[in-house]
């Protein structure tokens, strides 16, 4: 198999920082009830997960996610299974952490974290959504539309785009999700399942553009 590319090409830099930065909601962070870890492929999100504990930033975490086709060759046992075992590794007690590995979407991430904290009587008023820092957009936007009561921060390893890239190892594979996850942004605010979010025009551009380069493989038919 072909090595997959790790360096952003010069002539899509400037489209896909512009969407870079439209994800990140540069959230201040706060101390919340607790802290929910959103499942995908990035085992990022689950280390800046324990870090954001190890900073009293909540005193629960909720690791959540099954496995998508993207996942399941490197978390076999499922997303939050992994992450808990990540976390646990990077000295998060094992009490301090609740697992939820049935959700396949960011929608089942929140209702089942909500329905899991319920049922373990442990009131939430205030969350933060800890994620891959281009799905925070969407985190949020999900959140508020499932569960509005709730006061809700999100938060991302806080790496420079490049960096995050390295860590990824696969530059086709980012750029895709970063255009997926803007198309996202408005398909589920019309289908229902997120509350509307502003998508600025030179965004818009910057995901066309994109798109007519070939990275579509995220996108909804």
């Known amino acids: 198999m072909p090595e997959c590319a790790t360096t952003l090409p010069k002539h899509l830099r400037a489209d896909v920082q512009t969407l870079w930065d439209y994800h990140d909601l540069h959230h201040e962070l706060r101390s919340t009830d607790v802290g929910i870890g959103l499942g995908s492929h990035d085992l990022g999100v689950a280390t800046y997960a324990a870090e954001l504990y190890q900073r009293g930033c909540f005193p629960k975490i909720v690791f959540t996610g099954a496995n998508a086709p993207t996942t399941v060759a490197r978390f076999p046992r499922g997303e939050a299974v992994h992450y808990r075992e990540h976390a646990v590794e990077l000295g998060v007690p094992d009490d301090a952490i609740l697992v939820e590995p049935t959700a396949r979407n960011t929608g089942d991430n929140i209702e089942r974290s909500r329905e899991l904290l319920a049922a373990r009587g442990i009131k939430?008023?205030?969350?933060?959504?800890?994620?891959?820092?281009?799905?925070?957009?969407?985190?949020?936007?999900?959140?508020?539309?499932?569960?509005?009561?709730?006061?809700?921060?999100?938060?991302?390893?806080?790496?420079?785009?490049?960096?995050?890239?390295?860590?990824?190892g696969d530059v086709d594979r980012v750029i895709n999700m970063l255009v997926g996850d803007t198309q996202r942004i408005s398909v589920y605010a019309q289908r229902g399942f997120a509350i509307p979010q502003d998508v600025p025009k030179e965004v818009q551009r910057a995901f066309e553009r994109l798109v007519a380069s070939g990275y579509t493989a995220r996108l909804l038919t």
């Open 124 to 168: 939430v008023n205030s969350a933060t959504l800890i994620s891959r820092p281009y799905q925070q957009r969407r985190a949020y936007a999900t959140c508020k539309k499932l569960w509005p009561e709730v006061e809700v921060r999100c938060a991302s390893q806080p790496l420079p785009l490049d960096e995050y890239l390295q860590s990824i």
